[in-house]
């Protein structure tokens, strides 16, 4: 998988949350600025979003982003930039961006899987695409981040296996993985938990249609995980191409998979999620519907879709979002080009 756009498959989704039962007024949106990645950083106070005017990590998309609990900062690491794959680590701590320079990081990567573990009080992070001489290979490693330095606490690739496009999410008291893929060639549609010293399957009976790149997150009011979307399977083309985009919505409950239906985004993939706290209900926003980046947004509220006001930020795919316990948020870059 090519790091361009042109051959690269990346769409993107993510949850933004408007405050209380009733949407955010519309936000004005920005010009958009010149097509390609973006730099731009953006926060969530509960009720609108607010664009930061602090510098930061260069311009980037499908970077990974996880909100460390036990340190109160996001943590983001990695993503594609225009002079190729990072292995860079930040952290934002409400106010600025710092670099950081552990001793010890994994190898640069792309559409890797990330997210805070309370068990263990560390942010994981699986998986990915890994730049080689041809499309990238994916990875199946698991590393953790303490505040100061990365360990390699399993060099895979066993259970979960390679892959890349997986969607990791704190979910109460542990960290949940669920679904990525190998390039267009297997997809995957399972969760999987991690236990301190290995990954351990979750779900049991059947699994939604594989798809890599969702939207994830974790339905706090009912305790469930809520999927929306992603890219699955393209069987017209071949190992290389990027997948289908899907429209599909599956919540996993005491182990348990369930299709939700009803109308709402459309088919969309390459996605963020997060919880709106204050109105108990999921919000969908942003990606690629192909071929233009997508600014919409969309509720689930448990029962149905409801489309909300535009949230002022402007169209894209691939960027990052991380949410902290407080329903607070982040979201880091993407890139707002055309393609499919």
């Known amino acids: 998988m090519h790091a361009s756009m042109k051959t690269a498959w990346l769409i993107a989704l993510v949850l933004l949350t408007a405050c209380g039962g009733s949407p955010a007024a519309a936000q004005p949106t920005p010009s958009p600025p010149k097509a390609g990645p973006l730099a731009d950083t953006w926060t969530w106070d ?43 680590t930040w952290t934002w701590d409400g106010r600025a961006w710092k670099q950081m320079s552990p001793k010890h990081k994994p190898p640069a990567r792309r559409t890797a899987g990330m997210a805070y573990d309370p068990a263990h009080q560390v942010v994981l992070l699986y998986g990915g695409l890994v730049p080689d001489q041809a499309e990238g290979s994916e990875e199946g490693d698991t590393w953790s981040w303490d505040g100061q330095d990365w360990t390699e606490v399993d060099p895979g690739p066993g259970p979960p296996g390679r892959r890349q496009g997986q969607t990791l999410i704190t979910a109460g008291d542990r960290a949940l993985m669920f679904g990525g893929h190998s390039a267009n060639a297997t997809y995957y549609g399972d969760a999987w938990s991690w236990n301190g010293g290995a990954w351990v399957r979750v779900d049991i009976g059947a699994d939604p249609p594989g798809r890599g790149n969702s939207a994830a997150v974790w339905d706090a009011a009912d305790s469930l995980l809520l999927v929306f979307g992603g890219s699955g399977f393209n069987a017209t083309a071949g190992p290389g191409a990027q997948g289908t985009p899907l429209s599909d919505a599956w919540a996993l409950s005491g182990g348990k998979w369930s299709e939700l239906h009803g109308s709402g985004p459309g088919r969309l993939a390459y996605a963020n999620a997060m919880w709106d706290v204050a109105g108990k209900r999921a919000i969908v926003l942003l990606g690629m519907p192909c071929p233009d980046p997508s600014g919409a947004a969309w509720t689930w509220d448990g029962k149905a879709w409801a489309q909300l006001a535009n949230p002022g930020i402007t169209a894209r795919w691939g960027a990052v979002l991380a949410q902290a316990p407080d329903g607070k948020a982040l979201l880091f870059g993407g890139s707002n080009e055309k393609g499919c």
């Open 46 to 88: 509960g009720a609108a979003w607010h664009r930061a005017t602090a510098a930061g990590p260069s311009a980037r998309y499908s970077a990974g982003l996880a909100y460390d609990a036990a340190r109160h900062v996001y943590v983001l690491f990695g993503g594609e930039t225009i002079k190729g794959t990072s292995d860079e």
